[in-house]
């Protein structure tokens, strides 16, 4: 027989390669001031931590989680083959991306919004990722190993389990999150960058929460805007051309400062 993986070791690392491809060609993009929705210059002055630090911290992270996801299908794992049982249907399997991406949001939303209200935990843990005031996109991971734990890989393992699609099916599912959190990480507005014409939870939408103006807003992740709108953490914004070239984030005028 050749050389198989199984879809558990797949669904572990397949996110992982896709980071750093994605965030690769973003990182060659880098220089298209035009695009940027801050310059490099404010890149280099807000920013309170190195690019070296940075994928040093990604890199923990992403062993960590790893070694965690892989413990969870063994514990979770059903022994069913990958041959098994028949093909769940395009219905089925959009129903369980749907629901995936509810639980995923949900669970994170209500993490992100209380490590912002819980004074000691932002500032042991999540502060850590608004240290990129100025976010790019392979610093989207840059977390605390316990925040890349509680929302990542607990909240990943939440929709995997509630949503019952297959180790196979969630390769899809964590590979398309991954590519979902760089981009919102990317900061370029590109023309022609379809999950700014699929999603409202979006580069800027992000960018926004991680301005000093709109860190207590913008909380939902990392694909829809919904509990933010339910919920009134909503910060309405515009996007502006930036003087000397790209783009900017700014709340709209008449918007009350809490
Ligand atoms: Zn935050
Ligand atoms: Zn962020």
Not at 136 to 152: K, Q, R, V
Not at 185 to 211: E, I, K, M, S
Request: glycine fraction near 8%; include cysteine.
């Amino acid at each position: 027989m050749g050389f198989a993986v199984s879809d558990e070791v797949l669904g572990t690392f397949a996110p992982i390669v896709i980071y750093w491809v994605y965030s690769g060609i973003y990182a060659l993009l880098d220089s298209f001031e035009n695009y940027r929705l801050h310059s490099k210059i404010d890149e280099d002055e807000k920013n309170l931590v190195s690019k070296r630090t940075v994928v040093k911290g990604v890199l923990l992270q992403q062993t960590i989680q790893a070694v965690v996801a892989i413990l969870l299908f063994t514990v979770t794992g059903n022994d069913s083959g990958d041959a098994a049982g028949p093909k769940p249907s395009l219905i089925v399997l959009a129903r369980q991306f749907v629901t995936a991406m509810l639980v995923l949001d949900t669970w994170q939303y209500f993490m992100h919004r209380y490590m912002h209200h819980n004074k000691f935990l932002y500032k042991h843990i999540h502060s850590q990722h608004h240290r990129l005031v100025v976010p790019y996109a392979f610093g989207a991971l840059y977390n605390h190993p316990l925040e890349g734990l509680l929302l990542d890989t607990i909240g990943g393992a939440l929709s995997f389990l509630l949503s019952g699609m297959s180790p196979r099916a969630s390769i899809f599912f964590f590979s398309f999150a991954t590519v979902k959190t760089v981009d919102d990480h990317c900061g370029l507005w590109l023309p022609g960058n379809l999950f700014h014409f699929f999603f409202r939870n979006n580069t800027a939408y992000h960018d926004v929460h991680h301005q000093l103006y709109g860190s207590k807003y913008n909380f939902s992740q990392p694909f829809f805007v919904m509990w933010d709108r339910i919920l009134g953490t909503y910060m309405p914004y515009s996007l502006d051309k930036r003087a000397g070239g790209g783009f900017e984030t700014r709340p709209l005028k008449d918007y009350k400062d809490a």
